[in-house]
Every structure is written in C-alpha cells, then in structure tokens.
Antibody, heavy 126, light 107 residues
C-alpha cells in the first residue's frame, strides 16, 4: 500500500529556507506514470499547489512561488524534497506531499492528487 | 491563469438534504476537474475525478457533473460523515489549481 510521509523542521526562522522531505513507501518513485507534488494549507485556509516533480527530475512550479521553490528527487532513497527560500510568516502552513498522474496517464485517468501524506505543520517565526 | 471559484463558501444543511456545490472556471476548461473532501486535521481525499468519475470506494451519493466553465458536486442525501470542507481542483498546462473551498456545516 502506497504511503507518503513528510519530515523536516517544524519551526523555521523568517528569511531562512524551509526544507522538507517526503519518503515514499509501497511504490517506486521511479515509476514512469506519476508526478510527485507538494501542496500547502495555511491554518484555516485553502489548499495551494506548490510544485511537482517527475522521477527524471523535470519540475513544474506554481508561478506565484517559482522564484523561491526548488523540488528535487532522490530515487536511491525513494524520496523527494522541497526547499522554499526567504520564508515569511505567510509561509506558515501544513505542507503535504502527494502523488498524481503524469500527463499521459492523466489524460485517461485524470489529474487529481490521489495519494497524500498526513501533512506536517511548518511555522515561520520572526 | 485559470481561476477556480467555488460557491457557496459555507453551506448549512441537515442530514438527508441534497447538497450542491459549484465550481466556476474563469474560462472554458476541459474536464480535468476533481473534487476532494477534507476533514479537520486530515489530508484531502479524492471523491470525483475527470469531472464525473467516482473514485473507487467513494459512496455513490456523491456525484459530479458539468462542462465548460461550470461544474458541480452533488451529495444526494447528506450523511453525518459528510460534514467537511470540499475543494475542486483543475489541471491545465502544467498548473494544478484548487478552488477556495466550501464548508458544509450542520444546520
């Protein structure tokens, strides 16, 4: 059964870089049918897609965050990671990692986020 | 970029009610539209994909419809377990976009 687990510091100082890792179990991150993505949710607010990565390293980022985001993949560890630089209080959120279909698979099966991690709260302190 | 607008923001309903949530796109879109249910402290769960396809294991009281710029999620008979927040989500040109959410509360 596929499981995703986020890990990383729960507290980050303003202006520093937020770093999170998602460990995937039950499936290979090198599967050529899926993207691996990050989504966040500020307390009491809605969901925001941050970006996604393919096992090959191809990345797609939200235009509003592109200048500060880097997503990378480590196939040997079956993990992918998020780095968000120059954080402010507005970046305080629960951060989720998730799996979704790649473009070809999604054409037939949809582009929804089918599997999610439990989420991890990251608070930016001043 | 295509904007997704959900309505209403909050909905008060009773067990057994028929509930409809709408998601409107800022321009005509294909059917890459999904619906999620989220409960407090939990990750969202897919209910509907490709606008009208029911995710495996989701009760058939949930249904999705629509095309063009307007899509709806309908719960045919609201159950106690259905009080939650619902989000639509769209894919277009390497961008995945969520609506702002609709909270379904107990009336």
């Amino acid at each position: 059964q596929l499981q995703l687990q986020e890990s990383g510091p729960g507290l980050v100082k303003a202006s520093e870089t937020l770093s999170l890792t998602c460990t995937v179990s039950g499936d290979s991150i090198s599967s050529n049918n899926y993207f691996w993505g990050w989504i966040r949710q500020p307390p009491g607010k809605g969901l925001e897609w941050i970006g996604s990565i393919y096992y090959s390293g191809s990345t797609f980022y939200s235009p509003s965050l592109r200048s500060r985001v880097t997503i990378s993949v480590d196939t040997s560890e079956n993990q992918f990671s998020l780095k968000l630089s120059a954080v402010t209080a507005a970046d305080t959120a629960v951060y989720y990692c998730a799996r979704h279909n790649d473009l070809l698979t999604g054409y037939y099966k949809g582009h929804q986020f089918g599997y999610w991690g439990q989420g991890t709260l990251v608070t930016v302190s001043s | 970029d295509i904007q997704m607008t959900q309505s209403p923001s909050t909905l008060s309903a009773s067990v057994g009610d028929r509930v409809t949530i709408t998601c409107r796109a800022s321009q005509s879109i294909n059917n890459w539209l999904a619906w999620y249910q989220q409960k407090p402290g939990k990750a969202p769960k897919v209910l509907i994909y490709k606008a009208s396809s029911l995710e495996s294991g989701v009760p058939p009281r949930f249904s999705g419809s629509g095309s063009g710029t307007e899509f709806t999620l309908t719960i045919s008979s609201l159950q106690p377990d259905d009080f939650a927040t619902y989000y639509c989500q769209h894919y277009n040109s390497y961008l995945w976009t969520f609506g702002q959410g609709t909270k379904v509360e107990i009336k």
